[in-house]
């Protein structure tokens, strides 16, 4: 259980992370919706992209680190 | 309707035959007898979703201990193959009797075979069980090449049948109909959808058409790979590594192939930067372009399915580990609360990741393919320096 320590506090980090940035996409996509709403569709998709590439990242160090 | 009607039926059919091989097959082990000592609730509930995660030999849906304290497992065998020293062999998984620790011996084709933890190894000749040395590594079985039609196999075929045979009737229904009828009107939004929203706007209006096939066949394999995942028939597909490391290679080898002059220039020796930072550059794409890429298909695949069925197991579990605190009542409303809550989210993911899969292939798809409208020096200084046409030639 010891040796599994390190490991989860960086796992904890890597979602801190990933939840940060995620904040960030969601929040700049809001504005940008609210600032053009026709424009949503092409938001969205360009966020998700993002969120998605993001998401591997985070996946590909849980992963790693397991 | 008529198409709709018969697919019904043929699930209606799969179900009830899935359910009357169950009832046959159950099977009461006697050896896993535990009515003396009190069993242990929490390393029970965590076996059995590391079990759920992984593929297995057969459908295991439920398993009890009954009033004679006799372990009985209800579920149904799947064929196993294997090649193994004295040729292929075949049987059916109900001969380990739902064994996964390697003492059932099965004697077949002149081979000896054992379970052991999903994954089935040969006994080497005057081996009665298995020994393991310090690090837990069998030294006298070695596994065969294992063909078996596994849980997962399982649900590759039929899910593969089932969309040629949908797709099939689609297509040759727009022979003589200018819409589908029946099931086909299901599935034609989703098939636009993919082709204007997914392939067009990615790949490009010229090219599109050729990789079309492939997006859409990867999208409603995944879709309903997931969709098959949230049924309570214990499929895991699109969750075992294996499954999303070969789709994800598909798409390696889709986008490497059709990869232009222009990819190649961009990916190994970068235009429009300082000579000496172009090798440095081409590492960094090179590694993205067959490392890095794929990596994050697959893994993203992976982790998102098999993190939300662990979820929901674990969300069910609350019913049983929290019985003593909240009352049985409050545990059941408690998890099935949260149960259902987190089923609909899955229900989203499922799509979700399909889309995800899907538009990421097309992107890079789009990136290999893409044309550049205006020809580079070979010395790496761009004809024109408009500042707008360097910065296309990066995004």
């Given at each position: 259980m010891e040796a599994m320590v390190p490991n989860l506090v960086g796992a904890g980090l890597i979602v801190i992370g990933a939840g940060i940035g995620l904040g960030k996409i969601g929040g700049s996509a809001m504005e940008a919706i609210a600032r053009q709403p026709e424009a949503t569709g092409k938001i969205q998709t360009a966020m998700i992209i993002i969120a998605a590439l993001l998401e591997g990242l985070a996946f590909g160090a849980l992963f790693l680190g397991k | 309707m008529e198409r709709a009607l018969y697919s019904i039926k043929f699930f209606g059919l799969l179900f009830s035959l899935l359910f009357t091989i169950s009832s046959v097959a159950n099977e009461v082990n006697g050896?896993?007898?535990?009515?003396?000592e009190r069993i242990n609730t929490e390393g029970e509930i965590r076996d059995y979703i590391q079990h759920h995660i992984k593929d297995a030999h057969d459908f295991h849906l439920v398993s009890y201990t009954n009033d004679a304290g006799e372990r009985v497992h209800v579920g149904f065998p799947l064929p196993v193959i294997l090649v193994g020293e004295n040729g292929i062999t075949t049987f059916m998984s109900s001969e380990f009797h739902h064994?996964?620790?390697?003492e059932v011996v099965v004697e077949k084709n002149g081979s000896r075979f054992v379970n052991f933890h999903g994954k089935i190894y040969e006994l080497e000749n005057g081996a009665a069980s298995m020994i393991f040395d310090a690090e837990h590594h069998p030294t006298n079985a070695s596994r065969p090449l294992d063909l078996s039609i596994t849980k997962s196999v399982f649900g590759i075929l039929v899910i593969g049948l089932l969309m040629l045979w949908w797709f099939s009737s689609l297509a040759r229904q727009y022979k003589n109909r200018r819409i589908p009828k029946g099931f086909g009107r299901v599935l034609e939004p989703l098939v636009i959808y993919v082709r204007d929203e997914i392939a067009k706007p990615n790949i490009g209006e010229k090219k599109y058409r050729k990789f079309t096939g492939y997006l859409m066949t990867v999208f409603f394999f995944i879709w309903i790979l997931n969709l098959l995942g949230?049924?309570?028939?214990?499929?895991?597909v699109t969750g075992q590594i294996a499954v999303t490391a070969a789709l994800a290679i598909f798409t390696l080898i889709i986008y490497t192939a059709s990869g232009n002059r222009d990819y190649w220039m961009h990916m190994l020796w970068m235009p429009g930067v300082p000579i000496l930072i172009r090798p440095v550059l081409a590492v960094i794409e090179l590694v993205g372009a067959f490392i890095i890429k794929p990596f994050s298909l697959l893994v993203r695949l992976f982790a998102n399915i098999s993190a939300g069925h662990i979820i929901v197991m674990s969300l069910v579990a609350i019913m049983i580990t929290l019985k003593a605190e909240i009352t049985p009542v409050g545990s059941t409303a408690l998890s099935f609360v949260l149960a259902l809550f987190i089923s609909v989210i899955e229900i989203l993911v499922a799509f979700l990741q399909a889309y995800i899969f899907t538009m990421l292939s097309a992107l890079f798809i789009g990136m290999a393919v893409a044309e550049h409208d205006h020809e580079h020096d070979s010395d790496g200084t761009?004809?024109?320096?408009d500042a707008e046409d360097v910065r296309a030639d990066f995004i």
């Open positions: - | 050896n896993e007898a535990q009515n003396d064994d996964t620790n390697g949230l049924t309570p028939l214990g499929f895991n761009p004809e024109h320096t």
